[in-house]
């Protein structure tokens, strides 16, 4: 009886290659054997000889096997590359090839087939350069009409190859799909140079200000359901189902505050309600202490919330301050935050108050920066928790969690948040409030 033992090539990056070879050079140079020391590194010799040709330029040392070979340097990255030497690697793909071996995430120099969008990449190139630097999102589809405007020729295909094809191409040219992490209404140049010349001003305000006395103030939607829009699935699965709970919709708002020094002040959290009703009388005095909670009929912060948080929130904690000390309350330019009334009782309190550009918050607001997603990250821990200790594979529907659990969880999340945590959200690199 004879055994086949099937053998499975490895692949091994450029980064890998590279090291190995530093280390037998390094070895050879302080005086061991080039044999010994590929044994050691757990490499044959003649694929050391052959990795230091390719993957360092240098020439093949090996005695039998020297030839005249063109050396690939790793100078020749930062360098056009030359078309003679590389005729299979043309325009901006070869830019982000060369740049892929520097970093040693390659597997290969060989970039494949060249693809029939080739000859017009630079247009290409220039058409997403032109919509991205103005913020414009860039699609497939319209990838594909720009392709189709300028080839004719390429509607013959299909509109899923077509599809595939422009993928290939943009991945080759160093182009990924990605979620967008920021929507505005201005272009980012505007903001930047807005929320710039703000913290320039307010550096100097708070240059001398004790950080405990520097405090901002933000407002974030809490859902009571955290569904992912992905979900693992057995590959060529033609409908992806995904179960959703019956009261998808309920959210509530967390007004939460945060000083310089990194204290965090008591969080407020809106629900959905009336005055005096049921909720804002039984449920709400039963919810944890270590917070406040307040009902309005779209759990929105409106005037009257604000009028809330000012006297359970900010009334008290100005309080523990000197007489003499004169806080700096940062606000965005929410319309509610920019009422007169609003603004006046809090510089009744004899706290100043500061407003920060619109479209600027991004950039410029600590809650934003640094507070909102650790938060929301652990309460979406949770209710993946609370998921798993239902136990809806009996068939049973999912429900949301009660008020109480969720304004549990809030508490919990919003006050296990580290002070070195709410001290970098003021640290945003090129828009610290302290240099």
């Known amino acids: 009886?004879?055994?086949?033992?099937?053998?499975?090539?490895?692949?091994?990056?450029?980064?890998?290659?590279?090291?190995?070879?530093?280390a037998v050079t390094a070895m050879v140079e302080a005086g061991t054997t080039i044999s010994s020391a590929c044994n050691l590194a757990s490499v044959e010799r003649r694929q050391y000889y052959r990795w230091k040709r390719v993957v360092l330029g240098e020439k093949?040392?090996?005695?039998?096997?020297?030839?005249?070979?063109?050396?690939?340097?790793?100078?020749?990255?930062?360098?056009?590359?030359?078309?003679?030497?590389?005729?299979?690697?043309?325009?901006?793909?070869?830019?982000?090839?060369?740049?892929?071996?520097?970093?040693?995430?390659?597997?290969?120099?060989?970039?494949?087939?060249?693809?029939?969008?080739?000859?017009?990449?630079?247009?290409?190139?220039?058409?997403?350069?032109?919509?991205?630097?103005?913020?414009?999102q860039v699609t497939t589809k319209m990838v594909r009409k720009f392709v189709e405007m300028l080839m004719p020729d390429f509607r013959l295909k299909s509109k899923c190859n077509e599809d595939a094809c422009i993928r290939r191409f943009l991945r080759q040219a160093g182009y990924t799909h990605r979620l967008s992490t920021h929507t505005a209404q201005k272009k980012t140049e505007e903001t930047k140079a807005a929320a710039s010349e703000f913290m320039e001003y307010m550096r100097r305000k708070v240059e001398k200000m004790c950080p405990d006395h520097v405090l901002n103030m933000d407002q974030t939607p809490i859902p009571f359901s955290f569904h992912s829009k992905r979900t693992w699935e057995k590959m060529g699965a033609r409908t992806v189902h995904v179960l959703a709970s019956t009261g998808e919709t309920k959210r509530a708002t967390l007004a939460a505050t945060v000083t310089m020094s990194g204290e965090l002040l008591p969080p407020l959290l809106i629900f959905k309600?009336?005055?005096?009703g049921r909720i804002d009388k039984n449920e709400l005095p039963t919810f944890p202490q270590m917070g406040f909670y307040a009902v309005q009929k779209k759990a929105w912060m409106d005037e009257s919330m604000m009028d809330v948080w000012i006297e359970k929130c900010l009334s008290p904690w100005k309080d523990t301050l000197p007489l003499d000390a004169t806080p700096l309350l940062i606000l965005d330019s929410f319309r509610v935050h920019m009422m007169g009334p609003v603004v006046e009782k809090i510089q009744r309190l004899g706290i100043e108050v500061q407003h920060i550009p619109g479209?600027?918050?991004?950039?410029?607001?600590?809650?934003?920066?640094?507070?909102?997603?650790?938060?929301?990250s652990a309460l979406e821990d949770k209710w993946e928790d609370w998921i798993d200790a239902e136990n809806l594979s009996d068939g049973n529907a999912m429900t949301t969690p009660s008020r109480e659990l969720i304004a549990t969880w809030v508490v919990e999340a919003y006050w296990m948040l580290h002070t070195e945590i709410c001290k970098n959200a003021w640290k945003k690199k090129d828009f610290e409030w302290t240099l």
């Open 60 to 136: 093949d040392t090996h005695p039998k096997k020297a030839k005249a070979t063109q050396a690939t340097s790793v100078s020749a990255i930062t360098e056009p590359v030359d078309q003679d030497m590389n005729p299979g690697i043309t325009g901006v793909a070869s830019t982000v090839m060369y740049t892929k071996l520097l970093l040693g995430n390659l597997r290969s120099l060989h970039e494949g087939r060249i693809s029939i969008l080739a000859h017009i990449e630079n247009d290409v190139m220039r058409f997403l350069f032109e919509y991205r630097e103005q913020g414009i």
């Open 359 to 376: 479209g600027c918050t991004y950039l410029c607001q600590p809650i934003d920066v640094g507070v909102n997603r650790p938060v929301k």
């Open 273 to 276: 309600g009336s005055k005096n």
């Open 1 to 22: 009886m004879v055994t086949i033992t099937s053998l499975s090539r490895k692949s091994y990056t450029i980064k890998h290659k590279r090291m190995t070879v530093r």
